[in-house]
């Protein structure tokens, strides 16, 4: 299992930026996709971008360009660089890991306990 640990959210102005962090710890070396969601109020949780053991990434259409996502091997690290930021960006960040055991018959989905990102003037 793996556990997630993101930091990072807070309170910005339109326009300006933020960057999460996800420290990761436990089966790290089981990770093939690691990646951040967000929810906002009475909304269901989506991708927002996610990043594979290879270095794939995948964006949502609505944070291209804007928002990057990277990672530090060494430090079992993953961020989430968040610029030109809009009150739609508004929500709870969770970072989610998925991992596959048991030579990948066993798929297993870790979330991090969430940060609060406001868009607001």
């Known amino acids: 299992q793996v556990q997630l640990v993101e930091s990072g959210g807070g309170l910005v102005q339109p326009g300006g930026s933020l960057s999460l962090s996800c420290a990761t710890s436990?089966?790290?070396?089981?990770?093939?996709?690691i990646g951040w969601y967000r929810q906002a109020p009475g909304e269901r949780r989506d991708l927002v971008a996610e990043?594979?053991?290879?270095?794939?990434?995948n964006y949502a259409d609505s944070v291209k360009g804007r928002f990057t996502i990277s990672r530090d091997n060494a430090k079992n690290t993953i961020y989430l660089q968040m610029n030109n930021l809009k009150p739609e960006d508004t929500a709870v960040y969770y970072c989610?890991?998925?991992?596959?055991?048991?030579?990948?018959?066993?798929?297993?989905?870790?979330w991090g306990q969430g940060t609060q990102v406001t868009v607001s003037s």
């Open positions: 436990g089966s790290t070396s089981s990770i093939s996709i």
């Open positions: 990043i594979t053991s290879g270095g794939s990434t």
């Open positions: 989610k890991a998925t991992s596959f055991y048991n030579g990948g018959r066993t798929r297993v989905n870790d």
